[in-house]
């Protein structure tokens, strides 16, 4: 049985921390807000794999609707 799976780059990763910190310097709550809706666009890529603008080196572009920032992923799918 095939699964997707999701993991951020060590790149990756920084940056999405990095977005997280700027957001508490105007509001905790904002920054709870952004994971949240961050952890909503995983969970529908996974559902929905096929979603997703194409994007560069076969990457899908996710655009979050709230704040103005988009993420690259790579879907990988794992065999387990």
Do not use: W
């Not at 990763?13 to 977005?19: D, G, L, N, Q």
């Not at 929905?48 to 879907?75: E, V």
Request: charged share 30%; proline share 2%; aromatic share 16%.
């Amino acid at each position: 049985m095939s699964k997707l799976t999701f993991e951020l780059d060590d790149a990756a990763e920084a940056e999405f921390y990095k977005i997280i910190d700027y957001y508490k310097q105007f509001d905790r709550s904002l920054s709870h807000d952004f994971i949240q809706e961050f952890e909503d666009a995983v969970q529908r890529l996974i559902k929905f794999p096929k979603a997703g603008h194409p994007y560069l080196h076969q990457t899908k572009r996710i655009l979050l609707n709230r704040f103005r920032f988009a993420f690259s992923i790579r879907c990988l799918l794992s065999m387990t």
